[in-house]
Structures are given as C-alpha cells and as structure tokens.
C-alpha cells in the first residue's frame, strides 16, 4: 500500500509547498499534464500554470513533463513548453519506470532530487514510488478525462482521498 501513497497532497499545482520541497532536497520537479497543469487534451498552458513553471526555474527548480496523454495534436502546448525550455517526455508509458528516469535524465538529477507532481494514483504516485521519486497526488482539474480513468478514480478515493 506503501507504493499508492502520496508524500504530499493539495488541492493544485499551485498550492503546492515548493519551498518544503526545496527544503527537503528536491531540486527538480516532473509534472503530469493531462488534468494536472492543464485540462485533459487542451491545446494550450493557461497563463497561472505558465507562471508557475517560470516561477520555478526563476527559484532555481529544473522541470519536466512526463505525459501518457497523445500530444501529437497538441502542437501549441508543445510549442510553448519548448519556448520554456521545459523537456517534454512523451509518451511516458507510466507507472513504468522507464518515462520517469527519461525526465530524471532531461533535469540531470537522480531519483532522490526529484518529485512528481500528478493527478492519479495509479499512474503518477505509483510510478513515482517505483522508481525513488517523492509523490504529490493533486486534485484533477476537471472531470474531463480519459475514459480508461475514470473506473479507477474510485479505487483512488478507497486509498487515498478523504
């Protein structure tokens, strides 16, 4: 049960303490996209999840998207992200370990530098405990999402959500 249990939980990407990351070692910081920093297939990064990337770098965090979504299509997320120098690892075939230690490769840091910020459980925490990674578990965005997730968002309230 260990493995499906978050490090640290919040309500969004922005209500995440970064300094207690920072605090705790973590120099790097690998985000989910779909319903984590932007919703499920949006062709675009508001303005708040932009700032929040920028603010990161600014503090001294190397970032990277780790996605299982189809980003094929979605030429203009992927054009700005390359604008903010953020690597994308695409498709990041998670919870396997393979995807995380891509971005861990793209940041240049190990395992114990890193967290993973996501919306699932079963994908991002899961997969982030595998391979040595602190776990933040955040809220989705929206309701929105791929239909092969959502059967299990109810085994993640049973685990994890209050």
């Keep these: 049960m260990r493995l499906l249990q ?12 970064y300094g207690e990351l920072w605090s705790a070692g973590v120099r790097g910081v690998v985000f989910d996209l779909d319903n984590t920093l932007c919703g499920w297939r949006e062709d675009g990064l508001g303005e708040e999840a932009e700032g929040l990337l920028r603010n990161l770098h600014r503090n001294g965090f190397k970032v990277a998207i780790l996605s299982n979504g189809r980003l094929s299509r979605r030429k203009n997320l992927l054009e700005k992200l390359s604008r903010l120098k953020v690597p994308v690892v695409w498709p990041g075939r998670k919870p396997w370990p393979w995807g995380f230690r891509r971005a861990l490769s793209a940041m240049g840091l190990q395992p114990h530098e890193a967290a993973m910020v996501g919306d699932q459980t079963f994908t991002d925490v899961l997969g982030a405990r595998v391979v040595g990674l602190r776990a933040v578990l955040v809220r989705p965005i929206s309701a929105r999402e791929h239909p092969a997730t959502t059967p299990l968002r109810w085994l993640e309230r049973l685990i994890v959500r209050p």
């Design 6 to 17: 978050p490090d640290y939980t919040a309500s969004s990407v922005h209500e995440v303490c």
